[in-house]
């Protein structure tokens, strides 16, 4: 396995990881979703609504407890809630970093959120409570990934369902165009918009085509996911293979 977990420039342990990623997500988070949606040309709300359609089934029951981690500012949630019918449980919406969060919470406004400011390696909630976790784009940053996929089936019923969404690079020759703007246009783009950002992970705006550089290939994370218990294992890809839906399900008990 080449990746265990996230590791910004200068961290040290999982700790420091950890720290780097949340200070850096609080330090973009007033820009965020100007910067996702330029930088994506806007196929993310595609991605977030293709995702929320595959539970369809689960977030249509009004009883169903579901948690979206690494909710950032909140659009995963946003997609979500589209398929809750009225009166319906609150969807948990947690993150740790607090200015991605607040930004979500004005988006969450009068809607049936919980909002937490939780670590997901630490989830402040019951073993075998949730019947569904998604979390979209924010996986990757995990300081050590084997952790989550643990933590996550804990607090998963048997029968619950677990879908992953993050980006991965695709093969080919389309690979490699998209490569060069992932690596070199992508960065440039945003710090033209957002200009220059830098912490002690460095810019944020390097960080993300690293990040997904480094980042378990899908048959990587799908064994990771099987190592740690899941059952239905599967990677769906989306537009060419840019992004991707994993989804897998804590067995029932027999
Ligand atoms: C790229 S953003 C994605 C936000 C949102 N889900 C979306 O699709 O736009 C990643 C988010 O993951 C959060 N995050 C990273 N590691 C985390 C952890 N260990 N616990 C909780 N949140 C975490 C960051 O704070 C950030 O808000």
Request: glycine share 10%; aromatic share 10%; charged share 20%.
């Amino acid at each position: 396995m080449s990746a265990t977990g996230a590791k910004p420039i200068g961290a040290l342990d999982e700790e420091s990881a950890a720290q780097a990623v949340r200070r850096m997500f609080d330090s973009i988070a007033p820009r965020y979703d100007l910067l996702n949606h330029v930088l994506s040309l806007n196929v993310d709300r595609l991605w977030w609504r293709r995702a929320a359609r595959r539970f369809h089934e689960v977030l249509a029951r009004p009883d169903a407890a579901i948690l979206d981690v690494c909710c950032g500012t909140g659009d995963m949630t946003m997609a979500l809630l589209r398929h809750r019918p009225r009166g319906a449980r609150p969807i948990f919406a947690a993150d740790f970093a607090r200015g991605m969060l607040a930004r979500g919470a004005r988006k969450f406004a009068g809607r049936a959120v919980a909002v937490l400011e939780a670590d997901a390696l630490h989830l402040p909630l019951r073993d075998q409570s949730l019947d569904l976790i998604v979390t979209a784009f924010g996986f990757r940053n995990l300081a050590n990934y084997a952790a989550g996929l643990r933590e996550f089936y804990r607090v998963l019923k048997p029968g619950g369902q677990l879908g992953i969404l993050e980006f991965s690079e695709p093969g080919g020759l389309l690979g490699q165009a998209y490569a060069v703007y992932f690596r070199r246009v992508l960065p440039a783009i945003g710090r033209a918009i957002c200009g220059p950002i830098s912490g002690e992970s460095g810019s944020p705006y390097n960080y993300l085509p690293e990040s997904v550089g480094n980042f378990p290939a899908p048959a990587e994370l799908l064994d990771l996911l099987r190592a740690a218990g899941y059952s239905a294992c599967a990677w769906q890809p989306y537009t060419f293979g840019i992004a991707g839906l994993y989804t897998a399900a804590r067995a029932q008990v027999s």
